[in-house]
Structure formats: structure tokens, C-alpha cells
């Protein structure tokens, strides 16, 4: 079945860059998407990408796409304290269709 | 504030009670998604809602749980028979089954979810 996998923590200093990694196994993946979850809060979504596109940039956030690995990755540059949360690696091949999501990645940044 | 409201926040309950757990979604989304969150995991997909048309359910959904949206409005989660391995976040979501302009992203927005505690 279709399965999402993400590296379970990150720890990084504040200022540095962060790469998040995720793999999925469903090669009809279409649409994938970064949800954050900070404590207490609901999941909110950070950016997501096509998968015809191997590359997106959003302010701080740079999300790659490797189709052919099927191994997405998200990068926080100049992370800030107030990025620790939890960053959840989602995958669907319709939108509005139900999402797959990894495990999370617990981030942890510290000044 | 407009965005999906769950209620209640959280529930305690005893081992073979029922509870009901409701979702507001935004009012111009057409599509409802109830997930299920432990700890340590991601959120599991339920079951979602087309208007009042529930589309699909995850084989997670046992016989003990249902959902229902009759207005196509507001979705309940209920549970019947409570079991101890019940006990985790309630995820409601809600999103545009599609858009007039630009590309359908797909998003999900969430609630802060409904956390059971069965006893």
C-alpha cells in the first residue's frame, strides 16, 4: 500500500539551514504537500508541490522533488526558534482526495 | 473566526461508552475529512465527505465508528463501545472540492481536533 516516510528528528542551531526528508512509495503520487504542527495547535500547511515540478521556493522554504527517487525534501533556511515543531511529509494522487502522511519530523532548534 | 471549529477539545470517558465528537468546517468548503492521530504518528485518514456524500472509509473505520454529514454542513464522529486503543486525537478538515480559478491545490485546512481518553 502507499506508504510516506520521514526521518523521525532534527536538531539544528538557530540561523542554520534545515533539511527535512521524506520518501513515498506511491509512484502516482501527484500532489505533495508540508504540514507543520506546532504544540496544542492544528496542522497548517506550509507549501506543497506538483509533481511535475521538480522545484519550489517560498520565502524561507525550498521544497525538491525527485521523482525518480520519489524522495521529496523540505529546507528552512535561517531557522528561528519559532520554526521547532513538528513537520509532517504529505502525499495524494487527487487533490481533495484523502492525504497520506508520514510520521512527522520532530525539529528542534536551538538559540 | 472562520476557520474549522471541533467540539469538545477533549473527552474522558469509561470503556464502553458512546461519544460523539462534531465538526464546523469553513462554509464555503464543500469537502470534510475525519483523521486520527496517536502519539508519535501521523494523522490516519477515516473517512471524508463530499457535501453529504460520504465518499470513501479507510478500512481503520470499524463497525464502532460512524460519520455522518446530513446537511452537508457540520460532520459527527461517533463512537460507540469505547475501547481503550480508541484513545487519540479526533482530526477534523475541511477543504474546496474545487476552484473556479488557478490550480486546485488540494489543501486541508484542519481543526485543533477533539482528544479522546477512554478509561
Known amino acids: 500500500g502507499e506508504d510516506v516516510e520521514q526521518s523521525l528528528f532534527l536538531s539544528v542551531r538557530e540561523g542554520d539551514s534545515s533539511v527535512i526528508n521524506c520518501t513515498y512509495t506511491?509512484?502516482?503520487?501527484?500532489?505533495l504537500y508540508w504540514y507543520k504542527q506546532e504544540p496544542g495547535a492544528g496542522l497548517q500547511l506550509l507549501t506543497y508541490?506538483?509533481?511535475?515540478?521538480d522545484m519550489k521556493q517560498d520565502q524561507r522554504l525550498t521544497v525538491l522533488l525527485n521523482k525518480k527517487d520519489k524522495h521529496l525534501s523540505l529546507r528552512i533556511a535561517d531557522t528561528q526558534t519559532g520554526d521547532s515543531a513538528i513537520y509532517f511529509c504529505?502525499?495524494?494522487?487527487?487533490?481533495?482526495?484523502?492525504?497520506?502522511f508520514g510520521k512527522g519530523t520532530t525539529l528542534s532548534v536551538s538559540s | 473566526d472562520t476557520g474549522v471549529s471541533q467540539d469538545p477539545r477533549h473527552k474522558i470517558t469509561k470503556r464502553g461508552q458512546n461519544v460523539t465528537f462534531r465538526c464546523d468546517p469553513i462554509?464555503?468548503?464543500?469537502?470534510l475529512y475525519w483523521y486520527r492521530q496517536t502519539l508519535g504518528q501521523g494523522p490516519e485518514f477515516l473517512t471524508y465527505?463530499?457535501?453529504?456524500?460520504?465518499?470513501?472509509k479507510s478500512r481503520l473505520l470499524s463497525d464502532r465508528f460512524s460519520a455522518e454529514r446530513p446537511k452537508g454542513s457540520f460532520s459527527t464522529l461517533e463512537i460507540q463501545r469505547t475501547e481503550q486503543g480508541d484513545s487519540a486525537m479526533y482530526l477534523c478538515?475541511?477543504?474546496?472540492?474545487?476552484?473556479?480559478?488557478?490550480?486546485?491545490?488540494?489543501?486541508?485546512?484542519f481543526g485543533e481536533g477533539s482528544r479522546l481518553t477512554v478509561l
Open positions: 478538515a475541511s477543504s474546496l472540492g474545487y476552484k473556479t480559478s488557478g490550480p486546485n491545490t488540494g489543501e486541508l485546512f
Open positions: 506511491d509512484s502516482s503520487s501527484t500532489y
Open positions: 508541490i506538483f509533481s511535475n515540478m
Open positions: 504529505a502525499e495524494t494522487h487527487q487533490a481533495g482526495t484523502a492525504l497520506i
Open positions: 462554509s464555503e468548503h464543500n469537502r
Open positions: 465527505f463530499q457535501n453529504e456524500a460520504q465518499l470513501e
